[in-house]
């Protein structure tokens, strides 16, 4: 009874699940117990009725029109735009590279007119803010000469580096 | 749609962030008082280095830095320097060009002004007190004009 207990959950197993010498000593128990026998032909007589409806259900479900249905879902689909034009599009004649650059970024705002509008938009903030921060206050450009103008009689060094603004002597204080 | 809003938003951000941050009309300046001394055995801060060859040609052998710091002036505004003696001088950026930038340096005490103007990666040095006991304050201005 205890050797039942033991084996009775290998009962039913699939061939090569169990180790090899617990299998063969399953199959020595089987041949001498009849009630664990027994088990064993229920539990095969049961797999095997369990896959016989398995294999009848995927039997019933036809899948030749499978691939035909997909294909047609395919060729309904419209493409997807791709936001960049097909390398294979542009002219390889195209003399001039930053022509052939141009090209292309144009053909791409022309098919999508949001992007268009967001890039004309981002280029004229871009072009307040220059025309903002390089704004000309109408003052002419003075020439390019050190122009040093002392009130009180001091003294200048001119060095390569700068100016050195000196103290008169007589009015230093020393 | 996103995409594409997100898309402009991201370069018009990147255009602005490429623009220079600075006003026109702003200069950073570095503002330095120093203190010049005939007298004891020659030494210069490290930090007054870049007046070497400025510094070098007074008769002064001993320098100090007193104060040390950067200024953004805007021009026309005037901006005051208080010396260690207590006089004060007070500094006007009256013109900034790409590369010169033109100064007003008023020394208060002994009312005397100057106006000069440096080319860019030049510095003024100008005495802002009398000698006294062999030692006097100097002001350096070093501007740095938007290119």
Redesign the interface.
């Known amino acids: 009874m205890r050797a039942c207990l033991r084996f009775a959950p290998m009962i039913g197993s699939r061939e090569g699940e169990l180790p090899a010498e617990e299998a063969r000593s399953l199959a020595a128990h089987l041949s001498e117990c009849p009630s664990c026998r027994a088990l064993s032909a229920e539990a095969a007589v049961l797999e095997g009725l369990v896959s016989e409806a398995l294999l009848a259900k995927a039997a019933a479900r036809d899948f030749s029109p499978f691939v035909d249905l997909v294909l047609s879902r395919v060729e309904r689909t419209p493409a997807r735009r791709s936001l960049w034009p097909r390398a294979t599009a542009l002219p390889r004649s195209t003399p001039a590279r930053g022509r052939g650059l141009a090209r292309p970024f144009l053909a791409l705002l022309a098919r ?1 007119w ?2 268009a ?3 004309a ?2 280029l004229v ?2 072009a307040s ?2 025309m903002y ?3 000309d ?1 109408g003052e002419p ?2 020439i ?9 009689g ?1 003294t200048v ?1 001119q ?9 008169a002597p007589d ?4 | 749609m996103t995409r594409l809003l997100a898309c402009g938003l991201a370069f018009g951000l990147a255009v602005l962030a490429s623009a220079p941050a600075r006003a026109r009309g702003d200069v950073p300046v570095h503002i330095r008082i120093i203190k010049g001394s005939k007298k004891g055995p020659a030494k210069m801060d490290a930090s007054l280095e870049p007046l070497k060859r400025q510094l070098s040609s007074l008769a002064y052998v001993r320098w100090e830095s007193a104060s040390d710091e950067e200024r953004t002036m805007v021009r026309g505004k005037l901006e005051s320097v208080k010396l260690p003696d207590g006089d004060e001088v007070t500094i006007v950026v009256q013109d900034e060009a790409p590369e010169k930038v033109t100064f007003e340096v008023t020394v208060v005490s002994r009312k005397t002004q100057s106006r000069l103007t440096v080319e860019k990666g030049q510095r003024i040095v100008h005495q802002v007190s009398g000698e006294k006991n062999g030692s006097a304050f100097f002001l350096t201005l070093y501007a740095t004009p938007e290119k």
Not at chain 1, 144 to 152: K, M, T, V, W
Not at chain 1, 159 to 167: E, K, N
């Open positions: 999508n949001k992007l509008t967001a890039f938009v981002a903030a871009a803010v220059f921060v390089h704004r206050n450009e003075e390019a000469s050190l122009e040093i103008d002392l009130e009180g001091d060094l060095t390569s580096d700068g100016p050195v603004v000196l103290f009015e230093s204080g020393s």
